[in-house]
Nanobody, 116 residues
């Protein structure tokens, strides 16, 4: 089992920045991909960014150039640095972890609100 705990959400004005963190605990040696997804009210959950154990990164087109995902494999922590935030970035952000064995885990979510 893997437990994911997110932190760093909050309220920020448009153009501002926030940094999200997600710490994994439990049986972490089997984790391959970690990442961030978000879900805005009335919308489906969507991918924001992912990073594999080997360092391959994938971004949603809507955040490319503004968000940066990084990972500390020693601390089993993934980060999402969000810059130039827009009101449309407002959502609950969820941390995810996928293991080599095919299991998926989710954090409890952290609210990010961007005011205009």
């Amino acid at each position: 089992q893997v437990q994911l705990v997110e932190s760093g959400g909050g309220l920020v004005q448009a153009g501002g920045s926030l940094r999200l963190s997600c710490a994994a605990a439990g049986i972490t040696f089997g984790i391959n991909t970690m990442g961030w997804y978000r879900q805005a009210p009335g919308k489906q959950r969507e991918l924001v960014a992912t990073i594999t154990r080997g360092g391959s990164i994938n971004y949603a087109a809507s955040v490319k150039g503004r968000f940066t995902i990084s990972r500390d494999s020693i601390k089993n922590t993934v980060y999402l640095q969000m810059m130039s935030l827009k009101p449309e970035d407002t959502a609950v952000y969820y941390c995810s972890a996928a293991t080599f064995a095919g299991s998926d885990y989710w954090g409890q979510g952290t609210q990010v609100t961007v005011s205009s």
